[in-house]
């Protein structure tokens, strides 16, 4: 099995770009692609996500939603929103959604919780 290290590698796995320094890959079906624990990635993606300064976006929203399993219906009643506000929010794709701070904030403490 041919292995090789990349300095920077940008994964687009998780709906955004996450970028990966010192990136063990492996040849797999003619394809060089990361030899990470993706479990354990979107683990620490989620961790950065809930601390960082900036606003959520609607990329990171989806991504929180998914990750923990959730249908737009059970993640919007989780924060007593509607689920087209949940959809709106996930529109806004790359940009901060517009949500109040409140409602993101209990977001950002609802998945450090069940981390």
Known sequence: M?????????????GFPVRLLNVPMIFVHGVWT?????????KEVLRLICIKE?????????F???????T????????????????????????????SWAIEKDIRLFAMSKL
């Open 2 to 14: 041919k292995k090789k290290t990349v300095a920077q590698f940008i994964d687009y796995g998780f």
């Open 34 to 42: 990361p030899h990470v624990n993706y479990n354990h990635l979107a």
């Open 54 to 62: 900036a606003r959520l976006t609607g990329d990171e929203v989806a």
């Open 64 to 70: 929180i939603r998914s990750f923990f399993d959730m």
């Open 72 to 99: 737009l219906q059970q993640f919007a009643a989780r924060f007593a929103v509607t689920h087209p506000g949940v959809l709106k929010w996930e529109k806004s794709e790359n940009r901060p959604t517009g949500m």
